[in-house]
């Protein structure tokens, strides 16, 4: 059964950090291409980075040198750390992991909210 599964996400500050998780079982982690989205109330849900099995990583211009995507194979694990927060940065977050055009699988998300 795969399952991937966020957590990490909690109630921070503006200007604050957050380091988000997805652990991933059930699928040979390590060939997919890992995804962080996210969706806010309202909103339709955003690409913000992703990171394929090759080393190649790339930010949505929203997030670009505020959050770090990382990865660990061995674990299974895939983390999005977050800096700098903003209140606009407020949404449910989710990782997918992509193993093929066809075959993908999404997290139910974690709630990140940003607020003094």
């Known amino acids: 059964q795969v399952q991937l599964v966020e957590s990490g996400g909690g109630l921070v500050q503006p200007g604050g950090s957050l380091r988000l998780s997805c652990a991933a079982s059930?699928?040979?982690?390590?060939?997919?291409?890992v995804y962080w989205y996210r969706q806010a109330p309202g909103s339709q849900r955003e690409m913000l980075a992703f990171y394929t099995p090759y080393g190649s990583i790339n930010y949505a211009d929203s997030v670009r040198g505020r959050f770090t995507i990382s990865r660990d194979d061995a674990k299974n694990m895939a983390y999005l750390q977050m800096n700098s927060l903003k209140s606009e940065d407020t949404a449910v977050y989710y990782c997918r992991v992509a193993m093929s055009s066809t075959e993908n699988y999404w997290g139910r998300g974690t709630q990140v909210t940003v607020s003094s």
């Open positions: 059930g699928i040979n982690f390590g060939s997919g291409v």
